[in-house]
């Protein structure tokens, strides 16, 4: 959980640093873009139901390692896109404890039947 939370607060950062960093443009519009998006996965990600959802923040991170080569970034957001973007991916690897297991998905539907059986309260 913590892990995602730092996540959070660093798209949070990415949101912002077009105005803290002074540079506009392309790498402007990839960290308005990339900010609220890796912000809210972090954050739908931290419950444990969720959790799966960390894995679009790798792609995002590894968007932003990318980005500066591919849309052509100036120093300072170029620097700022890779660390970013390392942090980001290297964050949302981490799993963190597994506390509960939930559901099932689909092998819980269609694999093998239940250990037991379905049990009924005696009626009155």
């Given at each position: 959980?913590?892990?995602q939370?730092?996540v959070?607060?660093?798209?949070?950062?990415?949101?912002?640093?077009?105005?803290?960093l002074?540079h506009s443009?392309?790498?402007?519009?990839?960290?308005?873009?990339?900010?609220?998006?890796?912000?809210?996965?972090?954050?739908?990600?931290?419950?444990?139901?969720?959790?799966?959802?960390?894995?679009?923040?790798?792609?995002?991170?590894l968007?932003?390692?990318?980005a500066?080569?591919?849309?052509?970034?100036?120093?300072?957001?170029s620097v700022?896109?890779?660390?970013?973007?390392?942090?980001?991916?290297?964050?949302?690897?981490y799993?963190?404890?597994v506390g509960?297991?939930?559901?099932?998905?689909?092998?819980?539907?269609?694999?093998?039947?239940?250990d037991?059986?379905?049990?009924?309260r005696?009626?009155r």
């Open positions: 959980m913590w892990a939370i730092m959070a607060i660093l798209g949070a950062w990415l949101m912002s640093s077009p105005a803290v002074e443009g392309a790498a402007a519009t990839n960290a308005h873009i990339a900010g609220p998006a890796i912000a809210c996965f972090a954050i739908i990600a931290t419950w444990g139901v969720t959790r799966a959802l960390r894995w679009i923040n790798v792609a995002l991170g968007w932003l390692i990318a500066p080569l591919v849309v052509g970034h100036s120093t300072a957001a700022n896109s890779l660390l970013v973007g390392a942090a980001v991916a290297g964050l949302s690897v799993r963190g404890r509960h297991r939930y559901a099932g998905g689909w092998r819980a539907l269609w694999g093998a039947p239940p037991r059986e379905f049990q009924t005696p009626s």
